[in-house]
């Protein structure tokens, strides 16, 4: 008896003995799952871990880092960017995350300029870069760009008659200058008769539409400014190019004489037949998955041949019921094949090509009224302007993150070999259950 309490006593003891050390042990889990975060991926080729490219890139930036989500509640979209973002926010904490829903704050979306369902506004240092693919080599070189040092100028050419980055009418460029400054972009007017060169910190220089024709020294400067490498954004109206027929031919740019015009656009605007509606776009970066309509009134066409070492690309045309009417706008206007060009016309062009080690970007505009504070806001035009400058702006410094994907995602079968497995499951397997089944019950029927 005395054994058997001795032994009872011992086994209360080890019981609590040892629910006293789950206890702790769980007190332990408790903690160290609170104030200590360690992940790990397991899967082939770590891809649910950031590249070392983007680690380095995250442990060198110092500014905090914000990202506001226009992206709706339903679905599991916030929720893959939540753990997209964490994957960054691991290595730097201080970046933050916010969601907007784009059906219930329709004001801040357009204030944005958020297109798309998931659309990512990622801002450093009081700049900001929309990116609406959700990846980490988009992620990582938004980042770049954003923690470059050194400030980013765009400027507009001045002393002619051009439109103005700090006037307010409306044949100026003062609204979309604010825009650009929203995305940490500085602008200022340059008069090149003030100046023996234009600035070696231009990021892009924008001529639009100069009134007056430029000095042959000016016209000189320009050329330096593009045979270094200089970025360049040429909105051009209809009439004289005011003394720029020569950087028009360094270009291979001719500019058709006459305004385009277009029936169906007139048909959709319901206003003159020379305001032209672009609702089509092609594979150029710059318009590339775009869908908003653009409105360019009184523009004019191109003729682009590209010189040697330049690689030239159509940026946007027009529709083929377009032409380039030569006539006056007055009365019946129809096409006339001995005079006008029949459309598709060229709207925009790009030229680019490879200047000591980076990508020089030029583009040339027959219009430059889109742009206007009178027609910024037509349709996408804002969206195309901000564009325009992102690209022509941007700068080659590139982080390639490799595509990391599942070896065993996709299995590739040939023909042979898919016909075997359909006769052995689709076919044999089943016989041979149903021959097995058929077997024993005869042989059970025999007993």
Do not use: C
Request: aromatic share 8%; proline share 4%; hydrophobic share 40%.
């Amino acid at each position: 008896m005395r054994a058997s309490r001795e032994s009872r006593f011992q086994l209360r003891l080890a019981s609590s003995g040892f629910l006293l050390l789950l206890l702790v042990i769980a007190g332990l889990l408790l903690w160290l799952s609170r104030d200590y975060h360690q992940q790990f991926d397991w899967t082939r080729g770590g891809r649910n871990t950031l590249s070392e490219a983007s680690r380095q890139l995250l442990q060198t930036l110092k500014p905090p880092v914000t990202i506001t989500a226009f992206a709706s509640t339903t679905g599991g979209l916030r929720k893959n960017i939540t753990t997209f973002v964490a994957r960054y926010q691991k290595i730097k904490p201080d970046i933050t995350l916010a969601f907007v829903d784009p059906n219930t704050d329709p004001a801040r979306v357009r204030e944005a300029g958020v297109r798309v369902d998931g659309e990512l506004v990622v801002e450093v240092g009081g700049r900001r870069e929309n990116l609406n693919q959700l990846t980490e080599e988009s992620l990582t070189n938004a980042l770049v760009r954003l923690g470059r040092s050194g400030e980013r100028w765009v400027v507009f050419l001045s002393g002619h008659g051009e439109r103005s980055p700090d006037r307010q009418a409306s044949f100026d460029l003062s609204a979309w200058a604010g825009q650009l400054a929203k995305r940490g972009l500085k602008t200022r007017a340059l008069t090149l008769g003030n100046n023996n060169a234009i600035p070696e910190n231009t990021s892009v220089l924008v001529i639009a539409g100069p009134r007056v024709k430029l000095l042959a020294g000016e016209i000189k400067q320009i050329e330096n400014y593009l045979s270094r490498g200089g970025n360049l954004l040429w909105l051009a109206d209809p009439g004289s190019l005011q003394g720029m027929q020569r950087i028009a031919e360094l270009l291979g740019v001719e500019f058709l004489r006459g305004v385009i015009v277009d029936p169906t656009s007139q048909a959709v605007t319901g206003k003159a037949a020379n305001f032209i509606v672009v609702g089509r776009y092609g594979a150029h970066p710059v318009v590339q998955g775009f869908e908003l309509p653009t409105l360019f009134p009184d523009a004019t066409g191109l003729s682009v041949q590209a010189p040697k070492g330049w690689e030239q690309q159509t940026l946007l045309d027009t529709a083929p019921t377009a032409w380039v009417e030569t006539g006056t706008l007055s009365g019946r206007i129809q096409f006339d094949a001995g005079q006008d060009f029949r459309g598709p016309v060229v709207l925009a062009t790009s030229l680019t090509r490879k200047q000591e080690g980076r990508e020089q970007r030029v583009v040339v505009f027959g219009d430059g009224d889109f742009l206007s504070n009178a027609f910024l806001a037509e349709g996408g035009n804002l969206e195309l302007g901000m564009n325009l400058i992102n690209w022509l702006g941007s700068d080659d410094s590139y982080i390639n993150v490799p595509a990391l994907t599942a070896p065993d995602a996709k299995l590739a079968l040939s023909q042979t070999s898919q016909i075997v497995i359909a006769l052995v499951f689709l076919v044999a397997l089943p016989l041979g259950l149903l021959a097995g089944g058929i077997t024993i019950w005869w042989r059970r029927r025999k007993r």
